[in-house]
């Protein structure tokens, strides 16, 4: 018992580095658009990189990761994943940034399926609910913790420290994987036979249930993630925040959503999940009309639209991954849900590209047409409601 919970420690680590690692260029975004003389596009360039290589990582990793002992290709990944990062903090230029942020992405990707991959070997199904809540509260605590602090670190020294802090600890996940982590090798001896990436994508497309539930995995991604890479740079530029206070509406986004998810979660089992996506989506619509209008505004009133923002998106997630997840069958659960998780890092890729070609900026720095990504926002949202109601569960 002992070692399953440094095993899963250290799993937690390891996804809270990937976590912050993702989450954290995102609010870097005033910093970086002013040092490096870049557009809105350029930005959204630099954050959409990311999850389209972890897009096609993830999914074709599915495909090839089992053939090695976990073990071993945790630490090659790994050690890529933190080379990667170690780069972006040694980046002088946009374009070298932007080659490591791709780079970054193809190994975070593959370490999140690794990460998945483990705790199903090694953990036995009745403890197993546990031990993703432990590895998955990484993004709650990344939000609360990691996020701030790299914000304040690189708001009193530059934007590199992050990163090398972030690559520190990388390596300091590397000598824990080689302690904690045994080899794990059971896998390779079932003579289980994964079906090629053009299989799965033929069976999912061919079942029209779960290519709805591909659909709203897609205009969900798109409702959030033309907000989420430019929350930052709009509220600095044009709400009037300091890059210092942007740590605030990380810090109070995600200290509610740690309380507020499980909560979700069991309105969800009590009410039905469809119920309750309903009304969170539709809750949701509220702070993204209200955050993407805002001009000049203290800074209680931004963290109370803010926070609503971050606790709706997360409530409406938990019923939908609900209602996904339950679009498969136990013997294709795995390989649709890997489809699934790739078209969710493309579509984020996608969402901040679109958004980023859309937002202008003036001769005074200030953001443009935030307003228009809003709307195209709503639009998106309010149709994953009547698209849920289409999609049936049927394990």
């Known amino acids: 018992m002992k070692n ?3 095993l899963l420690y250290t799993l937690a ?3 809270f580095v990937h976590m912050v690692d993702f989450i954290i260029m995102m609010p870097l975004g005033p910093q970086l658009m002013r040092i490096f003389e870049i557009s809105p596009r350029e930005f959204g360039l630099l954050v959409s990189s990311y999850t389209f290589s972890a897009g096609f990582s993830s999914f074709f990793g599915a495909f090839f990761l089992d053939r090695f002992d976990r073990k071993k290709i945790l630490l090659v990944v790994y050690i890529g994943f933190t080379l990667a990062t170690l780069a972006c903090a040694l980046s002088p230029s946009y374009s070298l940034l932007l080659i490591s942020r791709v780079l970054s992405g193809l190994f975070g990707g593959l370490t999140s399926a690794l990460i998945l991959a483990i705790i199903g070997d090694v953990i036995p199904n009745e403890r197993r609910g546990a031990a993703m809540g432990l590895v998955m509260a990484a993004f709650s ?16 020294s530059n934007w590199h420290t992050p990163f090398f802090i972030l690559a520190g600890v990388s390596f300091l996940s590397l000598g824990m994987i080689l302690k904690f982590i045994p080899s794990i090798r059971e896998h390779l001896d079932q003579g289980y036979i994964r079906p090629n990436p053009m299989l799965v994508v033929s069976r999912v497309l061919k079942d029209k249930n779960q290519m709805r539930a591909i659909s709203l995995s897609v205009m969900m991604m798109f409702g959030q993630f033309m907000i989420i890479p430019f929350l930052s740079p709009y509220s600095v530029s044009n709400i009037g925040f300091t890059e210092v206070q942007l740590t605030y509406i990380y810090i109070a986004g995600g200290a509610f959503t740690i309380f507020t998810s499980p909560w979700v979660g069991k309105l969800s089992d009590k009410h039905g999940k469809l119920k309750i996506f309903t009304i969170f989506m539709s809750l949701n619509v509220i702070p993204i009309g209200i955050i993407t209008h805002l001009g000049q505004t203290p800074i209680p009133y931004v963290l109370l639209v803010s926070t609503m923002f971050f606790v709706t998106s997360n409530g409406r997630f938990v019923p939908a991954a609900a209602l996904v997840t339950g679009t498969a069958k ?13 078209v969710q890092q493309l579509a984020i890729g996608v969402a901040s590209l679109i958004a980023g070609l859309i937002i202008g900026e003036t001769t005074t720095g200030e953001l443009t047409n935030f307003n228009l990504v809003g709307y195209l926002a709503i639009v998106f ?13 049927v394990s």
């Open 330 to 342: 136990p013997e294709n659960r795995g390989s649709f849900l890997s489809f699934n998780s790739a």
């Open 13 to 15: 680590l390891i996804n």
């Open 381 to 393: 949202s309010l149709l994953c409601i009547p698209l849920a109601r289409r999609i049936k569960v």
């Open 141 to 156: 605590v990344a939000s609360v913790l990691g996020v701030p602090l790299g914000l304040f670190l690189a708001s009193i």
């Open 4 to 6: 399953e919970k440094l």
